[in-house]
């Protein structure tokens, strides 16, 4: 099956899109195919790129019209059959196309990358260079255009022997030391370097030799080899920014904390000079918002031809520490005058965070702290000096209410983006345009904002439909000419979709506000075409808002067909304030879209869907939120469910719960604290003992012994023994997130098999933390069913009384609350234990 993707580049010649289409599932046989785990990263040693790339299998490109239609497509042609294309990238001007490609081999492997080009009027593709022995080297960077004619390639070095072998015998024991008592907290990063070994083999394979390559087949080498791990030319395209790891490597952190040098070079092979060289950073303190010493976020200014920019903490990285100014941002020319200083740009109390540039009299400087969510951006004039930084807006990151947008950046001749200036008809202010999602008590509004940055004074130039459908601003079109943009020649793409209607793209012009419909995607699954979507709200015990959707098969009536089994997909967030938790999130009108292991695929099985019921976790003021995770993550799954049975679409016996990654570890904790709400659950690649995690986890930032008490109560694990529901634990082999080691399932499986708990574990062969092969998708689905249809659909035991039993016991400890069901069920009653254990034996006794 292939899956349109749209690419667009405006510039002088006229706006361009290519349409890029890609196999949807990899067999089983490509995951299994070798890989090294080095430094924190999966390589493919066949192909000496990342491995498991997905990647597209052909390119068509439209020119857009003077009618706002799109022309015939001008498909790319001239590579082999069964080409797998990866990294396109427009050239600047906009006439070419560049791109890699690896073929099938014999072995059922896959042929190293090799780098081709294509001419855009005919889309005819070659080669870019005429030697086979070039090879391109993807680990880290792969190429970019340096000007309209030439590339940088990242290449493997043509000096490269056979890789390193493993000694039969290793030189000695593995041996890490603090004996000078650093302090050093790190998570719990996944494929670390382990030995002597795996660094000669990260070596091996991620040293790179970049060459200058140019269309008429010139090829230059630049510079030694090294590892290089990015490429960044200037506007001007004269200076070359580039970044190289090297050692001392590290066994405990990953390759982006490693030595770091960064270098400013000629685009023609000169070295000018060594920016900073910066050492491993093992040190960073897990605290959020703590980060590495020394210069950062090196980069090229945007609106200037070869202007260096970058940033210097102030509390030497670490977070906890108190100190005005916390980052410094500074400026530099890329050779500057001999004892020449960087000029300091701006200081910030905040942690940085980016900058938008626009030119010397405008741009907008953002920052934000994690702990308070506070965020604010600045106004600043970086050419003049007399003028004054001011805050433009200062607000909660989380108040998504109080958002007034993201400013519209237009495409520089240099393929630079930069903050659009607006200009009116007889009017000389400043305005700029802001992008908003519009979020609202009733859904998302998307907006676009005629904004003047002098004033704060706004216009609202367009709005999406409020009524029926879900419409977004996705590009700014009208950036074909330099300069400021004539309100009257506006022209922006929107996308536009409804619960049934699959996203389409639109040109809008100004001043008619004119929109044409440029794509015609076809419906990606019809069968599902008439299902049922409501964006509900409903209320917490202790009062705090949430939301929801509602999903309801196709052809569906409560009042005819009665409640269904229902199946709750959720995963828990951290807020700040009550009122920010309670906003609505989202939009009634967008397009369902559906995953290969979408829980709304059981739509089919004529399944209610509860999708994303908000689970928010809240510490306000100087109160941790996970200190009362589990009290409530119950209460929020109480109102979830008493919601949908009062609305008569579910069975309150019926009604199971999933989640995957932050979702299972969720999943397993309802199971064990409210397992009167459900009658079982499936739990995806999750975390479920803490312990193993002791240095934070998710948004936790205090560690096992700051916080012990929160670490243990919070594990499912640690209450594998109040597990009384059944739960379907499924998890890759190769699970490479941070924290969520397949071992998590492993353990607590045995933890639950080791109480008599009906549990089933599936471990999906030479899969990461999201399932990618047809045959594991596959399976999920047929494990996911089967559970569902068995403990689910066909339950029938009563829980009524312990739904009622729970409402009388909201302010007793949350932790009893099994024992409370129990209790509370009333004299004549079974008890719940007992009739559980009763009815788990003989689901045991069936399943053999």
């Known amino acids: 099956m292939l899956h349109p993707f749209l690419h667009c580049h405006s510039l002088q010649r006229g706006i361009r899109y290519y349409f890029s289409s890609g196999r949807a599932l ?32 052909g390119i068509g490109i439209h020119q857009l019209m003077d009618d706002g239609t799109l022309g015939p497509e001008i498909e790319v042609h001239g590579f082999p059959d069964g080409a797998k294309i990866n990294f396109v990238t427009w050239s600047h001007d906009g006439r070419h196309l560049s791109f890699s490609i690896r073929v099938d081999e014999e072995d059922n492997s896959s042929s190293k990358l090799r780098v081709w080009v294509a001419d855009v009027e005919t889309g005819r593709a070659r080669p870019l260079f005429q030697s086979p022995d070039i090879i391109l080297n993807a680990v880290f960077d792969n190429f970019v255009w340096v000007d309209d004619s030439t590339l940088l390639v990242c290449t493997i070095p043509l000096s490269r022997g056979d890789p390193p072998k493993k000694p039969l015998v290793p030189s000695g024991p593995k041996i890490q030391s603090n004996e000078q008592k650093n302090i050093i907290q790190v998570r719990t990063f996944q494929d670390l370097l382990k030995d002597e070994y795996d660094e000669d083999l990260f070596e091996y394979y991620a040293t790179t030799q970049l060459v200058l390559a140019s269309l008429d087949g010139t090829v230059k080498e630049f510079g030694p080899p090294a590892v290089y791990t990015s490429m960044d030319p200037s506007p001007d395209e004269k200076y070359i920014l580039i970044s190289s790891i090297h050692r001392p490597y590290s066994f405990i952190v990953p390759c982006g904390r490693f030595p770091k040098k960064i270098d400013v070079w000629t685009t023609d092979g000169k070295f000018v000079r060594e920016l900073c060289d910066l050492p491993l950073a093992e040190d960073i303190p897990i605290a959020f918002n703590s980060v590495r010493k020394g210069m950062r976020s090196i980069n090229w200014r945007a609106d200037k031809p070869s202007t260096l920019y970058w940033v210097e903490t102030q509390d030497g990285g670490d977070a906890k520490v ?74 909660s990151s989380e108040d998504v209410y109080s958002d007034p947008g993201s400013p519209m950046l237009r495409r520089t001749s ?55 459908y879900y419409e977004s601003v996705v590009a700014l ?68 808002q949430l939301t929801a959707t509602l999903y309801l098969p196709p052809g569906y009536d409560p009042s005819k067909d009665g ?81 949908v049975i009062r609305r008569g679409v579910a069975h309150p016996n019926k009604i199971a719960v999933g989640g995957h990654s932050y979702g299972a570890f969720m999943t397993a904790n309802l199971l064990a604290h409210a397992p009167h709400l459900f009658s079982c659950g499936i739990a995806r690649s999750g975390a479920y003992n803490r312990t193993l995690t002791p240095f934070g986890f998710q948004n936790e930032d205090r560690t096992l012994w700051e916080a012990t008490s929160t670490y243990v109560e919070m594990s499912p694990f640690m209450s594998a023994n109040k597990i009384k529901k059944p739960i379907l634990l499924i998890h890759g082999e190769e699970d490479n997130n941070s924290g969520t080691l397949t071992m998590q399932s492993d353990r607590f499986f045995n933890a639950l098999k080791g109480h008599g708990a009906l549990c089933r574990l599936v471990i999906l062969p030479f899969e990461s933390h999201g399932y990618a092969a047809r045959e594991s998708i596959m399976h999920v689905l047929w494990e996911t069913d089967r559970w569902l249809q068995k403990y689910c659909v066909s339950n029938t035991s009563d829980v009524n009384a312990d739904l009622d039993a729970s409402k009388d016991n909201v302010s007793k400890e949350i932790t009893d609350s099994e024992d409370k069901a129990v209790t509370a069920s009333g004299g004549g009653a079974p008890e719940l234990a007992d009739l559980e254990h009763e009815e788990f034996h003989s689901m045991q006794r069936s399943s053999l």
């Open 26 to 57: 990899p067999p089983l046989s490509e995951l299994a195919k070798p890989e090294e785990k080095l430094a924190g990263i999966r390589i493919d040693a066949k192909c000496n790129t990342r491995s498991r790339m997905s990647f597209y299998t």
């Open 322 to 395: 108190e100190v005005s100014p916390r980052d410094i941002i500074y400026t530099q020319p890329a050779e500057p005058l001999e004892g020449e200083q960087p000029t300091v740009l701006h200081k910030l109390d905040l942690r940085y965070g980016g900058i938008s540039w626009c030119d010397d009299s405008l741009a907008l400087v953002y920052e934000s702290w994690y702990k308070t969510r506070r965020t604010r951006t600045w106004v600043i004039s970086p050419g003049s000096e007399d003028v004054s930084p001011r805050i433009l807006f200062d607000r």
């Open 414 to 468: 240099a393929g630079t983006y930069v903050i659009a200036k607006i200009k009116k008809e007889n009017d000389e202010d400043t305005y700029v345009l802001l992008n908003g999602s519009g979020a609202t008590p009733e859904g998302n509004i998307p907006f676009l904002d005629l904004f003047d940055i002098n004033t704060g004074n706004k216009e609202r130039i367009w709005e999406s439909d409020k009524e029926k």
């Open 477 to 544: 079109m009208s950036d074909q000419n330099e300069g400021d943009i004539d309100m009257n020649q506006l022209k922006i793409l929107t996308s536009k979709e409804s619960k049934t209607e699959n996203t389409q793209y639109y040109i809008q012009s100004w001043p008619d506000k004119k929109a044409c419909q440029i794509t015609n995607f076809p419906h990606p699954y019809p069968q599902l075409a008439s299902l049922q979507k409501e964006m509900i709200r409903y209320q917490r015990k202790d009062g705090v």
């Open 563 to 643: 409640p269904l089994p229902c199946l709750v997909w959720s995963y828990p967030g951290e807020f700040k304030s009550k009122d920010a938790a309670g906003q609505v999130r989202g939009s009634p009108n967008e397009f369902p879209g559906i995953g290969s292991t979408s829980a709304l695929l059981w739509l089919a099985r004529r399944f209610a869907i509860l999708s994303g019921p908000t689970i928010p976790i809240i510490g306000e003021g100087d109160e941790e939120a996970n200190d009362r995770y589990v009290e409530q993550l119950v209460g929020s799954a109480e109102a979830a469910v008493e919601e």
